[in-house]
């Protein structure tokens, strides 16, 4: 029996990036599954990733997520998109170990267009710039230190930052 090999690609980086975006375009471009764990951990906990944070807290949605991560290295094999603060967990950033992990990077500029008033983004209260700000400035090395490989998104849309992290994974899976 052939065991499985974990998802095609991870994809990580911070709110904005575009990560449930272009993990749904490399589904299609790939006719595979995609998957996202804050959707695997609403769908779980019959509510919403902001009703999550406010009603149980942010270490409950953390651990709840690092098992969704975990669940979804284990069984699927298409495109996996994980929620922007999910690498700051060290259990998580385990489970990552020898996962192939593409990091799009995006500027502060970009970011704040993209994720306008910050709705259903429960860490985004209050000033949003100086929000983001604070999240990319503490999170930034840790994405670094996880991906295998980054892709740059400010100012550029996302079915070309689909294309770029296709021909960066099919290049590793020929190499
Ligand atoms: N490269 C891009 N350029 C412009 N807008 C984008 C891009 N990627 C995503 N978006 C838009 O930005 C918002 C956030 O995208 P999303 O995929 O939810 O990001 P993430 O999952 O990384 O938080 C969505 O409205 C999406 O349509
Ligand atoms: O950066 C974060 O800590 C979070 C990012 C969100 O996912 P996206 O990055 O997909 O918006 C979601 O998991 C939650 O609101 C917390
Ligand atoms: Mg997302």
Redesign the pocket.
């Given at each position: 029996m052939t065991e499985p090999h974990g998802p095609r690609v991870v994809l990580i980086?911070?709110?904005?990036?575009g990560?449930?975006t272009v993990a749904d375009l490399l589904a299609q471009a790939w006719g595979c599954e995609v998957r996202?764990?804050?959707q695997d951990v609403e769908a779980q906990e019959g509510r919403s990733?902001?009703e999550i944070?406010i009603e149980l807290g942010e270490p409950y949605?953390r651990d709840r997520?690092r098992a969704a991560v975990r669940a979804a290295v284990r069984e699927h094999t298409g495109v996996l998109?994980?929620?922007?603060?999910?690498v700051?967990d060290p259990g998580t950033r385990e489970v990552l170990v020898g996962q192939r992990v593409v990091f799009l990077n995006v500027g502060l500029a970009d970011a704040a267009k993209r994720?306008g008033l910050g709705q259903?983004?429960?860490?985004l209260v209050g000033n949003i710039r100086s929000r983001i700000k604070t999240?990319l400035t503490e999170r930034l090395p840790i994405y670094a230190a996880v991906a295998s490989h980054v892709v740059d998104t400010d100012g550029r849309p996302a079915d070309e930052v689909a294309d770029e992290v296709r021909a960066w994974v099919e290049a590793e899976e020929g190499a």
């Open positions: 980086g911070p709110m904005g990036a990560k449930t996202d764990t804050d990733v902001q944070f949605f997520e998109a994980l929620g922007g603060g999910a700051m994720v259903g983004r429960p860490l999240i």
